[in-house]
C-alpha cells in the first residue's frame, strides 16, 4: 500500500516537474516539493531496511519489489542514494539478480530518442504527456 499511495505518486510528479521546459512557467515550488518528497521516501525505506537488517525477529515493512522500478531513475529524480546506505545495498542486490534485470529490460526498444525528433514531434508528444482534459462521454447515453 505504501508503494501505491506514497512512493508511486510522488516519484512520478517528481519526474514530471524535474523534466517540465521553461515554456510551461515557473516550477521551481513543485520541483523543489516533489524532491524534498521523494527524499522523504528514501529516507523511509532507507529507515524500514535499517530496522530489518538490525532487528531480524522484529516484523517490520522493508520495500518489496514493486518499490525498486521506482528508484531506478534515482538521479533524475534529484537524490543521491549514497545518503541511503540500507537502501543502497538493497537497490544493489536487487538490481543485480538476473531476474529483474530481465524485467527491467522489457520495453527497451521502445523508448524515443528525443534528439533525434522534430520540433514538431516533440511538441505532438508534450501535448499527449502535459496538460490533458477530460473527453465527454458520447451523447445520448441514459441520461
Known amino acids: 500500500m505504501w508503494q501505491m499511495a506514497n ?3 510522488k516519484t512520478g510528479e517528481c519526474g514530471h516537474f524535474r523534466r517540465l ?3 510551461q512557467g515557473d516550477q521551481t515550488y513543485a520541483v523543489r516539493r516533489f524532491t524534498d ?3 522523504r ?5 532507507n529507515n524500514r531496511l535499517y530496522d530489518a537488517a538490525t532487528s531480524p525477529a522484529t ?3 522493508s520495500p518489496t519489489l514493486i518499490s525498486y522500478p521506482w528508484t531506478v531513475g534515482w538521479e533524475g529524480q534529484g537524490q543521491d542514494i549514497n545518503d541511503f546506505p540500507y537502501f ?7 538490481g543485480a539478480r538476473p531476474a529483474v534485470q530481465r524485467g527491467m529490460a522489457v520495453g527497451k526498444d521502445m523508448t524515443v530518442d ?3 525528433l522534430s520540433k514538431e514531434e516533440i511538441a505532438g508528444l508534450t501535448k499527449l504527456l502535459y496538460n490533458q482534459r ?3 462521454a458520447p451523447a445520448g447515453g441514459l441520461l
Open 7 to 9: 512512493q508511486g505518486p
Open 21 to 23: 521546459k521553461d515554456s
Open 37 to 39: 518528497e521523494v527524499n
Open 41 to 45: 521516501l528514501y529516507g523511509v525505506m
Open 59 to 61: 516484523p517490520t515493512r
Open 88 to 94: 543502497k545495498r538493497w537497490f544493489d542486490e536487487i
Open 114 to 116: 528525443f534528439s533525434k
Open 134 to 136: 477530460a473527453r465527454p
